[in-house]
Structure formats: C-alpha cells, structure tokens
C-alpha cells in the first residue's frame, strides 16, 4: 500500500540553525501539507500547497517557514532559524484531487529538536 | 480559538466494551469530519470519516454519529480490543485544511 514517508526521523540542532525537512508524498497525489505536534499537543495545520504554489497557510507559518517541491516527488519544509519553540514532530501529509482531496494520509514524522 | 472540541482526555474500557469519543465544532463551513488513530511515535493514520449529509457510518467495529444541528459528531469503538489502545483525534475540514481535536487516549484493559 502506499504510503507518505518522511526523512529524518529525528533531528537535532542548534538554536538559529536551519533545518530541511523531507518529505516523498504518495505518488499520485497533487495536494501536500505540513502539520506539527508539539509534544502532547494537538495536530496544528501549518501549510497546504497545490499546483507548486501555497493555497493556505496558518498563522503559525510565519517568514521564518518556506515550502518547496524541488522535483517530481519532494516536498520539502524549511525553517530558517530555528527557535526553542519550533521543537515538534512534524508531519506531512497528501492527498488525492481525484479520491477526496480532503481525505490526507499522514506520514510517521520527522522529531525536530532545537537546543 | 479552539474550533474543534474534544472530550473526554482520555478513558479506560475493557476489552470488549464500547468506547465513546465525543467532538463538537463551531465553524459551519466544516464539511468532512475524519477521525485518526495515532500509536506513539507514529504519525496520525485515517480510521473513518463522514460527510454532514449522512448522519452515521460504520465500517468494522468502528462508527461515527454526527449530528449537523447540534454541530456535534462521536466515534464508537464496539468490542474494543487490546490493539485499540492509541490517541484518538477528531478533525474538521474545510478548504482542504483539517482542523484537530485534542486527542483522547483509549486504554483498553484485557
């Protein structure tokens, strides 16, 4: 079955630092998002994108975040520089135009942890 | 402004039993209420979900009841197993965009 795979699955950095999260959506899905989780926290929608470009993002999404589809099958979450605060699973999910767009698989996180 | 609203945080059964998760939502532009599983350190993965023009659907020993006046939908877990133990979240759509309950943890005794 296929499924939404996320690289790393941990990562560790330091304050200010910039971090790239990726992310292979299921193949023939056209819309990917970013969710994260703080620990024992809800699911928080960060960034929906469709067409190679952004259709909505929250409030959390500030300068600091950026999205990108690089090639046919990445997608990518960066953060600039990295808070205390940005500490989180991350999560990315995608989902069918075809199927029901809203129905989005998730995949298994990357664990960001600034120091 | 918590659009989703979950209860309760968490509850135990026994194997067996029913387990009930209740959610209500504010924004009436809602219009697909999926329900995640999520084991720890694992990402959330879809149970079921439901559109507000029907008012239940089950599938397995899984069911969710909406109701669209009360602005109101719950998932029932009919002779919960072991396997059963995870969080369960509640979301809401709209635009594409999902919005998360908080999370009830289910434990279920054997």
């Known amino acids: 079955e296929p499924e939404v795979t996320q690289t790393p699955s941990h990562q560790v950095t330091q304050m200010g630092q910039e971090v790239i999260l990726r992310c292979v959506p299921i193949?023939?899905?056209?819309?990917f998002y970013w969710y994260r989780q703080i620990l024992g926290q809800k699911v928080e929608f960060l960034v929906s994108?469709?067409?190679?470009?952004?259709?909505?993002k929250s409030e959390i999404f500030d300068d600091q975040f950026s999205v990108e589809r690089p090639d046919g099958s990445n997608f990518t979450l960066k953060i600039r520089s990295t808070k205390l605060e940005d500490s989180a699973m991350y999560f990315c999910?995608?989902?069918?135009?075809?199927?029901?767009?809203?129905?989005?698989?998730f995949g298994p996180g990357t664990r960001l942890t600034v120091l | 402004q918590q659009q989703v609203k979950q209860s309760p945080q968490s509850l135990i059964v026994q194997k067996g039993g029913i387990s009930i998760i209740n959610c209500a939502y504010e924004?009436?532009?809602?219009?697909?209420f999926p329900w995640y599983q999520q084991f720890p350190g694992k990402g959330p993965a879809l149970l079921i979900a439901?559109?507000?023009?029907?008012s239940e659907k089950k599938e397995g020993r899984f069911t969710i009841s909406f109701n669209k006046s009360a602005k109101q939908f719950s998932l029932h877990i009919m002779d919960s197993q072991p396997g059963d133990s995870a969080t369960y979240f509640c979301?809401?759509?709209?635009?594409?965009?999902?919005?998360f309950g908080a999370g009830t943890t289910v434990t279920v005794r054997a």
């Open positions: 999910a995608s989902s069918d135009e075809r199927e029901q767009a809203d129905t989005q698989y």
């Open positions: 193949s023939n899905h056209l819309y």
């Open positions: 994108f469709y067409n190679n470009e952004i259709s909505e």
């Open positions: 924004n009436t532009a809602f219009d697909y």
């Open positions: 439901i559109r507000p023009d029907v």
């Open positions: 979301a809401a759509s709209s635009d594409y965009k999902l919005s």
